[in-house]
């Protein structure tokens, strides 16, 4: 059974930081691209940043660029955001996305945690 658990969102002043995890099991970890999306209400889901599989090779949205750090480790499964320098409009429910696109595509979506940057 594939699993995608989300966890540390939480309340966060402007300027602060925090970082999220992605838990993943059920299957292959390594060879999946990770993506972060975040989204607010009555807007599209919006890609914040990926890191593909084996290379490594990281790319942000131009919102989160300098500011945000996305990671993997795939010994643990585990996908990480770092994120610094909050600011109000970065506040929204961040997503955990697997995603391996060969013959087939098979996107995998965890449930969501709820980030918001407010004084």
């Known amino acids: 059974q594939v699993k995608l658990v989300e966890s540390g969102g939480r309340l966060v002043r402007p300027g602060g930081s925090l970082t999220l995890s992605c838990a993943a099991s059920?299957?292959?970890?390594?060879?999946?691209?990770m993506n972060w999306y975040r989204q607010t209400p009555g807007k599209e889901r919006e890609l914040v940043a990926v890191v593909r599989a084996l290379t490594g090779r990281t790319q942000y949205a131009d919102s989160v660029k300098g500011r945000f750090t996305v990671s993997r480790d795939d010994a643990k499964s585990i996908l990480y955001l770092q994120m610094n320098s909050l600011k109000p409009e970065d506040t929204a429910v961040y997503y955990c996305?697997?995603?391996?696109?060969?013959?087939?595509?098979?996107?995998?979506w965890g449930q969501g945690t709820q980030v918001t940057v407010s004084s």
């Open positions: 996305n697997a995603h391996l696109s060969i013959w087939e595509t098979y996107d995998f």
């Open positions: 059920g299957f292959t970890f390594t060879t999946y691209t």
